[in-house]
């Protein structure tokens, strides 16, 4: 039986490791006893520090905050690097920098340790049940040995790459995508409400089309049972934002959507401090707009719609941008292809424009560029009247003014995918 050690046991870390405790000899490390005692009592045993850890595991995983944290858990005082022996393994589960983490796995290989990076997507439900998607990168021999234990956490593991640090550039694609479409709803579903629309009808048309996303199928789903989908710190999607930007910048990739985003996020935590969790954008979307979220109302169609068409223009566009800013770092269309619909940055339409954007063809999506900027014009008007932002479907709005110009009316939705690209 391979010995294991896990660093860090948050609400991600945690759930994820107590797949491993049936199947592997289990050590543990975190700066909170009481979650090393929750696992301890689960089967775990304790380490005193990383040294120890490291010393007596075949393979070290860690899921912590930032990669700064994954250095300082390494090369540390008492850290991994003291106990750490060649052809031991260290899989990095972090949400982290992909340049960074490639140093990292470029040290230790110099002590003849190899490293996988191995980010989760999905949320903290989905990590308890064993149904999170895990994106790992890495040597063939490194993923070899990692591959057996990742898939005691969950059945969902894709590997993308052999190059340390693509699978954590992907997963920052993979959040990006999953914020920009959420929020792009929540401003819709914000006017709706506004409107007087109850949050049920709304969410019911929006999961029954094209327009559905894992934020309709999950969250809006969730708030119109009354019940929390995550308890994932809204600081840390703040940071992950921060990373796809920066992923970004030096390879001239536009991030329109991501940057409003990121911008809402920031206030979220602004209004709401540092302990806000990710639902806390339900309110921060009502606080704006000046409406509760949740409520009963009336079932107006022609609105109703409308709301459908913006968000669907929302979903399209986030995922447009992103998969382009992939390419530019350098992870295969093809891989983001089959990989980013099994996750949070699923959608109906990216099973349409996922494949077309990975083999370089205009996807022909069924909507028009006319009918796209008819509808967004028309809730731009309204958004006006009942006084409710109207940030990432503007963006949306002004993104498909500009290809309509360039393609004519009559031309797909999916013209405006090559925006990105260009």
Not at 7 to 22: N, P
Not at 54 to 71: G, K, S
Not at 89 to 109: F, K, N, R, Y
Not at 278 to 305: Q, S
């Amino acid at each position: 039986m391979a010995k294991v050690g896990y660093v860090g046991l948050g609400a991600m870390g945690g759930s994820l490791s107590r797949h491993l405790v049936a199947g592997y000899e289990l050590t543990v490390l975190d700066r909170n006893p009481a979650a090393v005692e929750a696992l301890c009592h689960a089967g775990a045993r304790a380490a005193s520090n990383g040294a120890e850890l490291a010393r007596d595991c075949d393979i070290i995983v860690l899921c912590l905050p930032r990669t700064a944290d994954v250095r300082e858990a390494i090369f540390g005082a008492g850290g991994l690097a003291e106990g750490l022996t060649p052809g031991k393994l260290v899989i990095d589960q972090t949400s982290g920098v992909p340049v960074q983490t490639a140093a990292i796995a470029a040290e230790l290989a110099e002590q003849g340790v190899a490293m996988l990076d191995a980010p989760v997507s999905g949320g903290i439900p989905a990590a308890k049940a064993g149904k999170v998607t895990i994106i790992a990168s890495g040597p063939d021999e490194a993923w070899a040995q990692a591959e057996p234990v990742l898939r005691a956490m969950t059945e969902k593991v894709f590997r993308c790459s052999a190059l340390v640090g693509d699978a954590q550039a992907l997963k920052l694609v993979n959040n990006a995508i999953g914020m920009d479409f959420r929020m792009a709803a929540l401003e819709l579903v914000a006017l709706g409400r506004k409107a007087g629309l109850g949050l049920a009808p709304i969410v019911e048309r929006l999961n029954a089309g094209p327009a559905a996303n894992f934020t309709t199928r999950n969250m809006l789903a969730a708030l119109v049972e009354g019940r929390s989908t995550t308890d994932f710190a809204l600081a840390l999607m703040a940071k992950d934002l921060n990373e796809a930007m920066a992923l970004a910048l030096p390879h001239g990739a536009a991030m329109p959507m991501t940057a409003g985003t990121r911008a809402l996020v920031q206030t979220g935590l602004a209004l709401f401090g540092k302990d806000a969790k990710l639902d806390d954008v339900i309110p921060l979307t009502g606080k704006l707009a000046g409406v509760e979220m949740r409520g009963e109302g009336g079932d107006d169609a022609e609105l109703l719609a409308l709301i459908e068409t913006g968000v669907l223009v929302g979903n399209v566009l986030s995922v447009a941008e992103c998969v382009a800013m992939g390419k530019r770092f350098g992870i295969g269309p093809a891989e983001m292809a089959r990989i980013l619909n099994v996750g949070s940055a699923w959608c109906a339409v990216s099973d349409l424009l996922l494949p077309a954007l990975a083999a370089g063809t205009r996807p022909d999506l069924p909507l028009s560029l006319g009918e796209a900027v008819g509808a967004l014009t028309e809730l731009t008007r309204r958004a006006a009247e009942l006084g409710t932002p109207f940030i990432l479907p503007g963006f949306c709005l002004a993104l498909l003014q500009e290809a309509m110009r360039q393609h004519g009316a009559a031309a797909s939705l999916g013209h405006v995918t090559f925006g990105f690209e260009n």
